[in-house]
């Protein structure tokens, strides 16, 4: 056998090599962009996911895309345990933006406030009165007879609910609440709690329990909770600042529904106290009151203005119906929407 | 050598000449088989592959598009025929009437809300396509419903409200708040006598039997799923076939998007599961629901895959048929291969006798037989081969033996010659001195002639003795120290007298190179320098003759002699230092010699262990170099080192 008659050996090596030429950035030669506007936006809680869309639109970019430097000032109490009311802070001239209780802000207006709605986080009320399924409470009128927690700031929601199903009011037996956890209700201690859907609502669903709820919003009583408003100020003399900060604002709104898991992560940024597994649940049940079938994000109706005002007439909370018109605009939401 | 060692030394032959090659014809052959088995199964394969894969997409696809289409026809007949179940509830007319009354009537008794939401529950009960009837007034107040939960509800907000006053309505999935859901409502405007809507009569489908619609027949498979998607925010509006989805969450995929931006058509992305799904999906627009179906691509190419691990399993098993059939067929070409290499190992070892016992009737036989027939040739030649050396061995012994006698006996002979001659010189002289008295002339001339060839013969015995003394290896080489110098001035001496008598210039030059002191036998470098100084002297009538001492490299010195004499043919440099030989015949006769001298020279030279060389030109001189091994005194070593 003779080695040099070896067998075939091929070896085929085709060596590619793939010459990458990065291009240079292209200089803009336009004009340089002017300085950001600064503003700020006051909220009306602490950080949670109700105000999922800012803490987006500030995360992804959506302000500095529309040279804006926005503020977003945590809400709750104050050091002196005060509430920080954005209508105050707005007022002040320390905020340009709040958001608020549709008709709170119209008492406001109606002592004289120069202030004005111009989108709507939720376009329904997440305020929902709830008991342990057991306890048999389907319907408004079967309160009567029944132990009510109802907070400070539901009661004109709560009031107008047993108005408008012609309840009296003495025979429920309504109380303040002071204790907001769910304890109570779970002990058996108190029949009936105020509650937001996005709330307690997930927390009792998280913990395995049955529950019967009645929406206000089913019975015709509508408030928006929680309308953006501003000044007239702006509205008139930086009406494409308040667009721009409003747009901005809908996009992270929209991703928020897009995404409610991230939308429930970003949230957690800002908050360390909270849980992501109610956070995220919390989103979902969010979706249906940010953007409603048939609506979009942000958008407000008349009817639901109306709506409000008549309650406050009612409840006497207004003395004489204000010019709604002045009250709320959907001047930026149709700009907006109809740019695409 | 033994039977037994010689086995063993073949074992270990033959098995360590197996691993020295790699790619031994053996393996080569199994490889082979191998490649050309697998190789029709895998490009066959390999060009199927895409013709298989696309044809297995296709039908994949049709068989998704005919499911979408067959679901969209099943989805427009089943709400149809419930719209049209709304019809005979309010058909009777006194059910008609109560229901006017208690939509008009601003306090409508409790009475009439009760029997009417009773016979809403009987109609209800009938079927299980709704799961709840119920009647609004203009303002939105739920008036009567099968669940008394939702009297007085207000339906302002929701989405049908609006249109469900202008005539028949089929709402698109919703999501509701209150009941935390998924909503689809149709409704039917309810008349007064004047033809005047008073209210509403609706209908809350049952959205379990739309997932019934969908998942009846599917006919996808194990992974295959049919689901509707809502617009808003892509809610699930039937559920998912699998576990952990939920229809209040919100879904998205590339085939999910693609309906509910109104698109229909077919594609392969990973779906909400993030599966890789083939997936066909199309937007209906009545419901405002993208319609999916989908199945993953793991199912729908099992055919594909099965076939591809078969010919997997075919081609592997074909090659290791066709390994073994190469190992068979490689063993029967190789081993009659070693077996004829190792006889012809042990042939080339010297076992003359080793032959081949292949008998095969085929080319290998054949290359053996022809390999025993020449072994049997090689093995005659090489018999009569050793025969013929040792002849010749025998004839070299006896011929050197004769040389040796003949040295022997001329170096006797000259011994036993120069005693009577140098008598003869003896009384030549004696007479020619007048010492016996006075000798007329012509008895003078003729006892010079007695004396000059006297000593002619003298010097030719001589020369023999010398010769015949080297050649008899009698001669011993002294290796004392000694100087080059004085070597030289001698020689200069010596010749002064013959280079005058020839008007011929004498150069002595000596390397300053050159040690003064070397080892050597200075009586024999003498003797060699000084013969060719004589044939120098002999063959040069004009011009010079030079003498040099040189030092060259590789630890020799040399000794050589230039004149610029008669010079040597070059066919004569060949022989020139052969015994008696000169240049020509012609020439002995004109210059004398015995022509001993070079021969001599050559012999002294190479006793010494050096050696000797020429370079001639004729008509202007030759150059005779004797080279010598230079050996420095053992003092001279020391004292050059320090």
């Not at chain 1, 009306?44 to 926005?70: H, K, M, P, Q, R």
């Not at chain 2, 599961?273 to 691509?297: F, H, M, N, Q, S």
């Not at chain 2, 490689?330 to 291969?337: D, E, G, H, N, S």
């Amino acid at each position: 056998m003779n080695p040099k008659h070896k067998f075939l050996a091929i070896a085929l090596v085709a060596a590619t090599i793939l010459l990458v030429t990065g291009c240079g950035g292209t200089e803009s030669s336009e004009e340089p962009a002017p300085p950001p506007d600064e503003v700020s936006m006051q909220f009306s809680w602490i950080n949670t996911i109700e105000f999922a869309g800012f803490y987006l639109a500030e995360a992804e970019g959506y302000y500095a895309d529309e040279n804006l430097n926005v503020d977003l000032l945590d809400g709750g109490f104050d050091d002196d345990g005060n509430y920080i009311d954005p209508i105050d802070v707005v007022l002040s001239g320390e905020a340009d933006f709040g958001d608020q209780d549709a008709g709170i802000l119209l008492e406001a207006r109606a002592d004289g406030a120069p202030l004005v709605a111009i989108a709507s986080i939720y376009q329904r009320h997440p305020l929902a009165f709830i008991s342990l399924a057991e306890r048999n409470i389907e319907r408004p009128e079967d309160l009567a007879g029944n132990t009510v927690d109802v907070s400070d700031n539901s009661l004109v929601v709560y009031n107008a609910l047993l108005s408008s199903q012609d309840i009296d009011p003495d025979s429920v037996n309504s109380q303040i609440r002071t204790d907001f956890t769910i304890d109570s209700l779970v002990n058996g201690d108190i029949d009936v709690i105020d509650a937001w859907v996005t709330n307690e609502v997930v927390e009792l669903g998280l913990g395995g329990y049955d529950i019967n709820v009645i929406l206000a919003s089913d019975y015709g009583v509508e408030v928006y909770p929680n309308v953006i408003f501003t000044t007239e100020d702006m509205v008139e003399n930086h009406p494409d600042v308040v667009e721009r900060f409003l747009q901005a604002t809908l996009r992270g709104t929209q991703m928020a529904i897009d995404d409610p898991e991230n939308a429930a992560a970003e949230t957690l940024t800002r908050n360390a106290d909270l849980d992501i597994e109610k956070e995220t649940e919390s989103m979902f049940q969010a979706l249906p009151l940010l953007n409603p079938a048939g609506s979009q994000p942000g958008m407000m109706s008349a009817s639901s203005w109306e709506t409000t005002q008549d309650i406050m007439l009612e409840q006497d909370l207004l003395d004489a119906p204000l010019d709604l018109d002045q009250a709320y605009t959907l001047e930026f939401l149709n700009d907006i929407y109809e740019q695409g | 050598m033994s039977a037994a060692t010689q086995a063993v030394k073949r074992q270990a032959t033959t098995s360590s000449a197996q691993p020295r090659f790699p790619t031994s014809l053996r393996s080569t052959l199994v490889a082979t088989f191998v490649l050309l088995s697998v190789l029709p199964v895998a490009s066959a394969l390999l060009l199927e592959m895409d013709r298989f894969g696309a044809q297995a997409e296709q039908q994949v696809t049709f068989q998704l598009n005919s499911i979408i289409e067959t679901k969209e026809d099943a989805i427009a007949v089943w709400l149809e025929q419930n719209q049209e179940k709304l019809e005979p509830i309010l058909a009777d007319d006194v059910d008609s009437a109560n229901v006017v009354e208690l939509l008009s009537s601003s306090e409508p008794s409790e009475t009439l809300r009760t029997n009417i939401s009773k016979h809403l529950t009987a109609m209800r009960e009938t079927q299980d396509d709704f799961t709840e009837y119920f009647l609004y007034d203009l303002d939105g107040e739920i008036a009567a419903s099968t669940d008394s939960a939702q009297i007085g509800k207000v339906v302002t907000l929701t989405p049908y409200f609006a249109p469900s006053l202008q005539g028949e309505h089929v709402e698109a999935p919703f999501y509701e708040v209150g009941s935390a859901s998924l909503a689809m409502i149709v409704t039917r405007p309810v008349l007064d006598t004047n033809g005047e809507v008073v209210g509403v009569l609706a209908g809350r489908l049952n959205l379990d039997q739309l997932g019934g619609v969908m998942t009846q027949r599917a006919g996808l498979g194990k992974t295959g799923e049919t689901y509707l998607v809502s617009l808003e925010n892509n809610y699930f509006v039937t559920p998912s076939r699998f576990e952990g989805y939920s229809l209040t969450r919100s879904y998205q995929s590339e085939g999910i998007n693609r309906a509910l931006a109104g698109e229909t058509g077919t594609s392969s992305y990973n779906n909400y599961r993030d599966k890789p799904v083939i997936g066909a999906y199309t937007w209906l627009p009545d419901l405002e629901v993208g319609l999916v179906a989908e199945i993953e691509r793991t199912e729908a190419f099992a055919a594909l895959q099965a076939a591809i691990q078969t010919s997997i399993i075919v081609a592997t098993a074909a090659a290791v048929i066709a390994a073994g059939i190469g190992f068979i067929a490689a063993l029967r070409i190789t081993r009659p291969i070693t077996e004829l290499t190792d006889v012809t190992r042990q042939f080339s070892e010297g076992d003359l006798d080793a032959r081949t016992r292949i008998t095969r009737r085929n080319e290998i036989g054949e290359l053996g037989y022809a390999f025993n027939t020449m072994a049997g040739r090689q093995q005659e030649t090489l018999v009569k081969l050793e025969a013929s050396v040792k002849e010749a061995r025998l004839a070299t012994a006896m011929a050197r033996e004769a040389n040796r006698l003949k040295s022997e006996f001329l170096a006797t002979m000259s011994h036993e010659l120069r005693t009577p001659l140098n008598a003869i010189i003896g009384f030549a002289e004696i007479l020619l001195a007048g010492m016996t008295g006075p000798i007329s002339e012509k008895v003078e001339h003729k006892l010079s002639r007695i004396h000059l060839n006297s000593r002619r013969l003298l010097e030719l015995i001589n020369n023999l003795l010398d010769l015949a003394k080297i050649e008899a290896g009698r001669v011993d080489v002294l290796h004392e120290p000694f100087s080059p110098a004085q070597i030289a001035t001698t020689l200069q001496a010596e010749m002064e007298s013959l280079a005058e008598r020839k008007g011929l210039a004498f150069r002595v030059l000596i390397d300053p190179r050159l040690p003064p002191q070397l080892v050597g036998d200075a009586m024999r470098i003498e003797q060699a320098a000084s013969n060719l100084l004589s044939n120098a002297f002999k063959f040069t009538n004009k011009g010079e003759v030079t003498l040099r001492f040189d030092a060259e490299k590789d630890e020799t010195w040399s000794v050589s002699v230039t004149d610029t004499g008669i010079g040597i043919p070059p066919h004569a440099l060949e022989y020139i230092f052969d015994e008696f030989r000169q240049v020509d015949s012609g020439s002995q006769r004109a210059y004398g010699g015995s022509g001993l001298g070079l021969a001599i020279t050559r012999n002294l030279a190479r006793i010494m262990g050096g050696d000797i060389r020429v370079s001639s030109k004729l008509g202007e001189g030759s150059t005779f170099t004797i080279s010598l091994p230079l050996v420095v005194p053992q003092a001279e070593l020391v004292e050059a080192v320090i």
